[in-house]
């Protein structure tokens, strides 16, 4: 039963992403023209000659990446190029195959992510364990409070008043992942050492929003559960109130806390885009906005269907996750 | 003998509350409850100030958005005083002119509040013309100084213009995006749920999956590559309509979801079956009883929705691919304080942050508010 | 009187002016007001009402598991552990969360809950949930436990006890999820069980079984029974004396035949007419005009004057009767006995 439900997930997963794969290329393919007309105009109006070397240079990269053919074509040879060769295309703006760009960028921003989803996940259960154990408390206000206030900030504003405050308190500007001394280096423990003392940066700035809607959630989740018939089953039992909490209603109540991975993963990458130019991370950030501007379709459309298929992913991991911990959803 | 406590002139003014309170219609409970949370009203209150504020932006603010004041390029907020420095006590609040000074090194200006220079400001004083919504001419300012003088409550930006004034005129573009995004994108939803749920079956199924996919996605990303797409010779007009259709197309989603499941929930309560048997045709059904019970929720949810729409839209303006100068948004003025180097030397240029946040958390509390009151029954009974 | 008398010699709980009240914020709902009830050893007592009339609340509070916002606002609750002469117990006043209490519920007290679906978690198998209550009660090992459990289960009458034991709740049968609660409640071979509505939820045609199975365990167990109903078919069928709870009111207790054949207050009468009569040919329907008043009105007076046909103006209204005992162990709270009352005076 649990094997039949984790391939039926697995299908409607592949299914999710093959639509992705499609809705993104559509959208990159949305602005008028492509980056190598976007080049040739920005060539002469720097006045420059577009001499016949460089028409045939691009007509050659017309040719290769069959830029004027109709959607279909152009799509098909992507994916299959994705799928067989694992070539998400070129990148003409950094002049060099998108594969090569990607990876090490999209793994950190899914570290950042990630680490930001923890973060909240560890801040946000406690509190909100407490906020509804004693509801109406003066602590539980001034969590909701915060809470609220947590929710009303967007990300990339308090990465902004972070980086002033790091620099007025202490005169550092919070930016990168790691010290100048280290870009380009290999991984060794002192650079990790010092990717870690950046790392909290980011995460605090992205994990904010989440942390205050996941206490919401979970203080939410647990006021339901507190309600429920079983509680009082429980504790006619004779069982120690604590005991009695986390054996049923938080247990319960961390199903749904679970499940949150649905939209945290695409909240978190979403917020991590734009924090990431904001800090001038090492990340896919910068870098998707660079080219979804400079129109290097390849580029653009690569990351934005990895970010589409890392939340498919992410999903799908908290589906099988909650399904192990609710037999509920094992038997269904 | 008498064990009851109550009291019976108590017992009768309950009483007669209970009366009001079944006879009250649906929204005047709703008032009731509403009234009840604090902090909602006062959110109320300073919402209905802001969209005051942004309605009469010419009058409120000192100065047109895009006037540039020639030598007060990143001048700090000029701080109201009402005393002086020789201690004497003024009626009339005035501040302290500027002396500027070049730094030698990084070539940027270094203001210096010059103390003889003092500058009053006066209430409804003439200044530079404006047309009130395009028709009505005037020259009128609700605060300002005489001819000569200049009032920077927040500071200025890196071109010298009053940050002040464009935040005042950048609430007009913030707001009504985010109203009209959250109309938009709920007409959407209501359609789409109220499709998805009325008819259930297949159509149901594909409107799910469509959401589902889309709520599945990283929204910035989206929105972002949908906004490069806008080319940049459309006029901000277009601009405008355009981020507000994209920010709809992918928000829908979740009141689209919300809608449907109070269809289904509804859909099979008694009075819409009894409804049916007394032989009401269907859109008479929806619009008798589905509809009433469903627009108190509609509108927290709406409300709810309105802070996504603006961290959404300033988010976007902020990294330059949503909406842009000329077009005046808070996004579009916090944009400045992407150099590191503007933030540091000319931290004012962050207040529009201030404003932002100020109106979502509004916004949230507002919807709190709402959506308690949504129910008045729910926690009379329970 | 009847020969069920012998039964309630020795007096196990009794309830003496007992108030409840929810505090919410929108005012106070009274759930239970001057409740006075003896429950005696091994007998079976019905607490009969509407839905809202506070049965389940006055049983609640018994165990000390009153849900949140409710307290005892007054009053007091006893407990006998040996008999009315012996030590006394107040349960009113100890912690309800406190060890003492928690001792007295895992060995002493039970609850059977009207819909086992959301009263037996979900996500925890049923074994899980009878072994806990099991260890809570007795000083048993786990392996201990299980094999006790597994015999409960085949006591309440679940076939293939030793596998159904790692079943959960959704993979079982209405009447076998009843079962496997009722199991877990006599885990501590408890002194007084209360069951709550333990027929509500279930098909009509297992109800009848559960009741006998809750007979005969009562029975074999000598324990006291409270079992709380709307229905007076489960009363008639279980209960050796009743008490009727109108608006947070205990307004009648008596011997089981007395309150059918004698009903004394206008509700119980009500109620008594109410119940179809398959026999008579003129099957109408007979019901008790008008609805439960709101949790939080007020009512001046009598709580069930605005229902009653024979209310008296200036007397009914002014407050709620007291207690008068018309015959022998029945008791009833209506002005109409007053006279009674003045009498024997």
């Known amino acids: 039963m649990f094997f039949d439900y984790i391939v039926r997930r697995l299908l409607i997963g592949v299914f999710i992403i093959f639509i992705i794969s499609i809705i993104s290329f559509f959208i990159i393919q949305l602005p008028p023209g492509d980056y190598l007309t976007t080049y040739l105009a920005e060539l002469s109006a720097e006045g420059q000659r577009i001499t016949p070397a460089v028409e045939q240079r691009i007509d050659a990269l017309r040719e290769r990446y069959g830029l004027g053919d109709p959607f279909h074509v152009q799509y098909f040879s992507w994916i299959t190029g994705i799928i067989l060769r694992g070539d998400f295309g070129y990148s003409f703006q950094w002049n060099s195959p998108v594969s090569a760009i990607i990876w090490g960028r999209l793994g950190l921003t899914l570290t950042i992510s990630v680490s930001s989803l923890f973060f909240s996940w560890i801040v946000a259960f406690p509190i909100g364990f407490y906020s509804a154990v004693k509801q109406y408390s003066i602590p539980d206000y001034i969590f909701t409070f915060f809470g609220f206030l947590g929710l009303s900030i967007p990300n990339f504003l308090l990465a902004l008043v972070l980086l002033f405050l790091g620099y007025q308190q202490f005169g550092v500007v919070f930016s990168g992942l790691y010290s100048s001394e280290f870009a380009g280096e290999p991984w060794t423990r002192e650079k990790f050492v010092d990717f870690l003392r950046h790392l909290w940066v980011p995460v605090i700035v992205l994990g904010t929003a989440g942390t205050a809607a996941l206490i919401r959630v979970m203080r939410n989740n647990l006021l339901d559960e507190l309600q429920k018939p079983y509680v009082m089953t429980a504790r006619s039992k004779g069982l120690s109130e604590f005991r009695l909490l986390l054996k049923y209603p938080v247990r319960i109540a961390i199903n749904p806390f679970l499940s949150t991975v649905g939209w945290m993963l695409p909240f978190l990458l979403s917020g991590e885009i734009i924090v990431g130019t904001v800090l001038s991370l090492p990340t896919i950030g910068p870098v998707l906005l660079e080219s979804l501007l400079g129109q290097d379709m390849y580029l653009a459309g690569s990351f934005v269907f990895l970010l589409g298929v890392l939340t498919v992913v992410g999903t799908l991991i908290s589906d099988i996750l909650l399904a192990l911990v609710d037999p509920r959803i094992r038997y269904d | 003998m008498d064990q009851n406590p109550v009291q019976p002139a108590e017992v009768d003014g309950r009483a007669e509350e209970d009366e009001e309170f079944y006879m009250a219609s649906q929204w005047q409970l709703m008032w009731w409850k509403f009234k009840k949370h604090k902090i909602a009203v006062t959110a109320v209150l300073i919402l209905l100030l802001f969209f005051g504020v942004a309605i009469f932006a010419d009058f409120v603010a000192p100065y047109q958005p895009r006037s540039r004041h020639t030598g007060r390029v990143l001048a700090p907020p000029h701080s109201i005083n009402f005393l002086s420095e020789e201690g004497g006590f003024n009626l009339r609040p005035f501040v302290y002119g500027f002396d500027y000074s070049i730094d030698m090194q990084t070539g940027s200006r270094i203001y210096e509040v010059d103390q003889d220079n003092k500058i009053p400001i006066y209430f409804f004083v003439r200044g530079e013309e404006y047309e009130l919504w395009g028709v009505l001419s005037s020259d009128l300012h609700l605060f300002g100084t005489e001819e000569g003088g200049e009032i920077f409550l927040l500071g200025t930006d890196t071109m010298g213009r009053d940050l002040f004034s464009q935040i005042v005129f950048g609430a007009r573009i913030s707001l009504s995006i985010a109203l009209l995004g959250v109309v938009f994108s709920g007409l959407l939803g209501m359609i789409m749920g109220g499709i998805s749920g009325y008819f259930g079956g297949k159509i149901d199924n594909i409107i799910q999956r469509v959401s589902e996919i889309l709520r599945s996605f990283p929204t910035i990303p989206l929105w972002m590559a949908l906004s490069a797409a806008i080319p940049p010779q459309w006029t901000p007009v277009q601009e405008y309509l355009g981020i507000v259709l994209i920010l709809s197309l992918i928000g829908w989603t979740s009141l689209g979801r919300e809608v449907r499941g109070k269809i289904l929930s509804i859909k099979n309560e008694d009075f819409v079956t009894s409804a049916r048997l007394d032989g009401s045709s269907t859109p008479r059904i929806i619009r008798l009883h589905l509809l009433p019970s469903m627009v108190s929720h509609i509108i927290a949810s709406l409300t709810l929705a309105i802070p996504r729409m603006i961290i959404a839209e300033t988010s976007l303006s902020f990294i330059g691919v949503g909406l842009t100068r000329p077009a005046i948004s808070w996004g579009v003025l916090l944009e400045q304080s992407q150099q590191t180097r503007h933030l540091i030397s000319a931290p004012w240029l962050l207040t529009p942050g201030i404003f932002v946040v100020i109106v979502i958390l509004s916004f949230n509390f507002m919807g709190d508010g709402l959506r308690d009151a949504a129910d008045p029954y729910s926690s009379l009974t329970e | ?345």
């Not at chain 3, 167990?221 to 069928?237: K, P």
């Open chain 3, 1 to 345: 009187m009847t020969a069920a008398v012998k039964k309630t010699d020795t007096k196990l709980i009794e309830l003496s002016n007992l108030h409840v009240n929810f505090k919410y914020r929108q005012g106070t709902v009274r759930a239970v007001k001057e409740a006075n009830l003896d429950i005696f050893s091994g007998e079976s007592l019905g607490l009969v009402g509407e839905s809202g009339s506070g049965k389940s609340v006055t049983a609640q509070s018994i165990l000390g598991i009153i849900p949140t916002p409710g307290e005892i606002a007054e009053g007091e609750i006893y407990y006998f552990p040996e008999g009315e002469d012996g030590k006394r117990i107040t349960l009113s006043d100890l912690k309800s969360k406190g060890k003492e209490f928690r001792h007295l519920r895992a060995r002493k007290f039970s609850i059977i809950f009207q819909e086992p679906m959301s009263a037996l978690s979900p996500i925890h198998t049923i074994g899980n949930q009878i072994i806990e209550a099991m260890m809570l009660a007795r000083s048993v090992n786990k392996k201990e436990a299980r094999n006790e459990a597994v015999k409960l289960l085949r006591k309440v009458g679940i076939p293939k006890a030793e596998e159904r034991i790692d079943e959960y709740t959704f993979n079982l049968s209405g009447g076998m999820r009843q079962r496997a609660m009722i199991a877990m409640a006599l885990a501590g071979e408890p002194e007084f069980l209360i069951a709550d509505e333990p027929t509500t939820a279930i098909d009509v045609t297992i109800q009848a079984q559960i009741l006998e199975l809750l007979e005969n365990l009562q029975k074999d167990f000598g324990m006291s029974l409270m079992m709380i109903t709307h229905d007076l078919g489960v009363i008639a069928a279980v209960a050796e004396r009743v008490a009727v709870m109108y608006n947070g009111y205990i307004v009648e207790k008596a011997f089981l035949e007395n309150i059918f054949n004698n009903p004394l207050h206008p509700y119980t009468k009500g109620l008594i007419n109410s119940i179809p009569d398959i026999k008579k040919t003129d099957r109408k329907l007979v019901s008790i005009e008008g609805v439960v008043p709101h949790p939080y009105a007020r009512i001046k007076g009598c709580d069930f004057r605005p229902r009653c046909e024979k209310s008296i103006e200036g007397i009914c209204d002014q407050s709620f009767p007291s207690e008068i005992e018309c015959e022998k162990d029945h008791f009833v709270r209506c002005y109409l006995y007053n006279e009674l009352e003045d009498d024997k005076k």
